[in-house]
């Protein structure tokens, strides 16, 4: 069983900055990423970072805005949020060991984490 934690959320003003962190346990370099539910919402796909942390896929809603990258000393991956909108609001939930590159399903991740709340205020 692969153990995945994030944390990080908390409270921003919109326009503000906010980063997450999420640990894998182990030593496994999965494919891993960032899904949110927003109230009253399915789960979305955020972004994925391959296991070397060499490739990035982003979805289209926070291109340019979010920011995934990797330390892999420490199997912990990070998503830079920039120019926070009311909208970006959610739960946000790490995953590690998706499915085929780029893996943007949540039903294709395999270990997950217990959600950490953001809220952007206007």
């Known amino acids: 069983q692969v153990q995945v934690a994030e944390s990080g959320g908390g409270l921003v003003q919109a326009g503000g900055s906010l980063r997450l962190s999420c640990a894998a346990s182990g030593r496994t370099r999965y494919d891993m990423a960032w899904f949110r539910r927003a109230p009253g919402k399915e789960r979305e796909f955020v972004a994925t970072?391959?296991?070397?942390?060499?490739?990035?896929y982003s979805a289209d809603s926070v291109k340019g805005r979010f920011t995934m990258s990797r330390d892999n000393a420490k199997n912990t991956v990070y998503l830079q949020m920039n120019s926070l909108k009311p909208e970006d609001t959610a739960v946000y939930y790490c995953?590690?060991?998706?499915?085929?590159?780029?893996?943007?399903?949540?039903?294709?991740?395999?270990?997950w984490g217990q959600g950490t709340q953001v809220t952007v205020s206007s």
């Open positions: 995953a590690a060991a998706g499915g085929r590159w780029p893996s943007s399903r949540d039903n294709e991740w395999r270990y």
């Open positions: 970072i391959n296991g070397s942390g060499g490739s990035t």
